[in-house]
């Protein structure tokens, strides 16, 4: 662990509205609690960063590689139509790409899904069911990557 992982602390905002799901090699991966929508968040676990050039090249590259295996994977496992990938930061600094899987039957289709509806918070049947897929993917992430 190098010290700039030592030194990560997850923004309070993420913190207060995102489930912690588990961590990739680089990112800390989030659920948003939002089931509006099936909404992941990757966070690199590196202290100041808050614009992807910011990472050293071999972390650029980690991260794409942990986004793009976490949006095939939600696809895939949410029948999405459409995945929506961001790195915003407008309203909060630290580095943070959401992942958000797209319906043409949700709430926000075919906008952008900041403020079209209020957040509504998972049940705890609907977290249980969602927080298992997500880990589904997170656990097969890991595997691929012990095994390389």
Known sequence: ???LELEFE?????????IHIGDFPL??????NDANYPW?????RRA????????????????????????????DIFAARKMNVAAIGNMVAQLHVHHVV??????????PVWGA?????????ELYEVKHKVEVILNGALALNRAS
């Open 102 to 111: 797209r319906y043409e039957s949700d709430a926000a289709w075919p906008a």
């Open 117 to 125: 509806v209020p957040a509504r918070p998972y049940s705890e049947t």
């Open 48 to 75: 100041g960063a808050t614009e992807i050039y910011h990472l050293p090249e071999e972390e650029q590259q980690q991260l794409i590689h942990e986004s793009s295996f976490l949006a095939e994977n939600l696809h």
């Open 1 to 3: 662990m190098d010290e």
């Open 10 to 18: 997850l923004d309070p905002r993420l913190a207060a509205d995102c």
């Open 27 to 32: 990112c800390r991966l989030l659920l948003m």
């Open 40 to 44: 992941c968040i990757l966070v690199p």
